[in-house]
Structures are given as C-alpha cells and as structure tokens.
C-alpha cells in the first residue's frame, strides 16, 4: 500500500491551493483517509478524516475553509484549501486510518507567504 | 477536543538508557491511543496501537501501557536508531488529536 501526495507550492495569502493524495495498493472508497500537517520545526496537526462512506470531519482550525473529496476513478482523495494564512504553512501528509494512521505518504509541502 | 500532553518535551539520553515517556489525556479515552516514531526528514510510522500493541515491525525493547487518561511508552534499552521524535495520538473521538511531540536527544 503506499500514499503519494503532490500539489503543494507557493501561494499568496488568501490564496487556493488543491492538494491530491493517490493512493496505490487500496481503494480510496473503502478506507479512512486522513490529512495531518507538521509545520516547519512542530510537532502534528490532525486536519480531516473522510470516512469510507463519504462522510466528512474536519479540526476547528480549518473548517469552512479545507474540503476534502475524492474521486473513485482516478483512486485519489483531494484537499481544497481556500483563504490560506501563512500559519498554514506546513508539510501536508495523507494517511490511512485503521487502528491508528498505518500508511503515511511523504508529504507535500505548502508555503502561504507574500 | 481531548487534549493530549505529552512529557519531557525533550529529553537528553545514552544508549542503553530506559526511557519512558508519559501522555495525559483530558479526558478518558479507554486505550484508543496510539504512538508513532518520526525520525528527520520522514514521515512517523506508528509504533503502538490501542496503548500496548506492538505494530509488527517494532522490537520488543518497546512497550506502551495505560488505560483512561494517563499512557507511557517505554524503551527499556535505548538503540542509536530510536533517537527520534515520538507522538501519541487518541482515537478515542474526532478530531484524533496528537500530543506535542517528545524529543530524544543524545546526552
């Protein structure tokens, strides 16, 4: 099994950036998929789950503005970040969750900065 | 949400050292807890599930106890490979918070 984010970059305050977690050797429908960020020289932040269902839940910190989906096709969960701060700046992580966070990508990383 | 705190933040150790290191949660989470090793550069890779097994991968110098609110995991002798960060996490409720990480630094 094995979790490859991509999409982070550059992006201005206020700005959108979209993030994708493929994910290879499972089935995005059947699991628990999770982001977690770590910001440069912190400690993780548990951002959203979306269950196999479909359903959704999201930290306090970015809700109403990260929405997280995914798209059987393609195997992939997707992050929609919108109004991004600079303390949004981070390493982005997907994550399967079983008993615990068992599968873990590399991470992607998303810079929020003028 | 359930607080996770984690203690030492860091701490400075030798190999062949036991270290134990301690989370608090803010409320009773039975033993849904999790521990995880991320070392530099690389994403965690969890250790412990529902407080005391052992993920297939980890030797037996590793342990975690606890029920309820207090959780300890313990190195009995410590390797130069575990120097690393080491996170709990519950999941006992959403959002699955992470305590804030304890360090391990060669003395």
Redesign the interface.
Known sequence: MQLAESGGDLVHPGGSLRLSCTASGLTVTDNYL?W?RQAPGK????LS?IFADGRT????SVKGRFFVSRDQTNNTMYLQMNSLRPDDTALY?C?R?A????Y????TLVTVSS | ?IQLTQSPSALAVSVGDRVTITCRASQGISTDL?W?Q?QPGR????LI??AS?L?SWVPPRFSGSGVGTVFTLTISSLLPEDFATY?C?Q?KT????????TRLEMK
């Open positions: 999770t977690v400690g993780l932040e548990w789950v839940y999201y930290a306090d992580y994550a969750e008993v615990a966070l068992d873990w990508g590399q991470g | 949400a999790a995880y991320q994403p965690p890779k969890v599930y529902d097994t993920e996170y996490q999941f959403y959002p699955f918070t992470f305590g804030q990480g």
